[in-house]
């Protein structure tokens, strides 16, 4: 069974950059797409960033489009998101998802492996 284990996370003033890692063990990723969720306080979990098991094709949700970045080294068995322009808005737990899905899926219920997340907290 793949375990995802994210980090990167951290506290930040508004305008800055982060780069969160996710990094896979007992087992490979690269046959799978990889996403990016995020809860933040008090809200339901949601859909930031997909990525194709081959890294060609990536989805963004609205509000992080242009800012953020997700990419994938599958020799190193990781998942990145570059974050850039961070809003106090973007404050969350970040999770990292696996889904067997060829089309990289942004319904959180076609992921079926997690790892347990890293808090990102921007401030104004």
């Known amino acids: 069974q793949v375990q995802l284990v994210e980090s990167g996370g951290g506290l930040v003033q508004a305008g800055d950059s982060l780069r969160l890692s996710c990094v896979a063990s007992?087992?490979?990723?690269?046959?799978?797409?990889m996403g990016w969720f995020r809860r933040a306080p008090g809200k339901e979990r949601e859909f930031v960033a997909t990525?194709?098991?081959?890294?060609?094709?990536?989805y963004y949700t609205d509000s992080v489009a242009g800012r953020f970045t997700i990419s994938r080294d599958n020799a190193k068995n990781t998942v990145y998101l570059h974050m850039n322009d961070l809003k106090p808005e973007d404050t969350a737990v970040y999770y990292c998802?696996?889904?067997?899905?060829?089309?990289?899926?942004?319904?959180?219920?076609?992921?079926?492996?997690w790892g347990q997340g890293t808090q990102v907290t921007v401030s104004s």
């Open positions: 007992g087992g490979t990723i690269s046959n799978y797409a």
């Open positions: 990525i194709r098991w081959s890294g060609f094709s990536t």
């Open positions: 998802a696996s889904s067997p899905r060829i089309v990289p899926p942004r319904d959180e219920d076609e992921y079926n492996c």
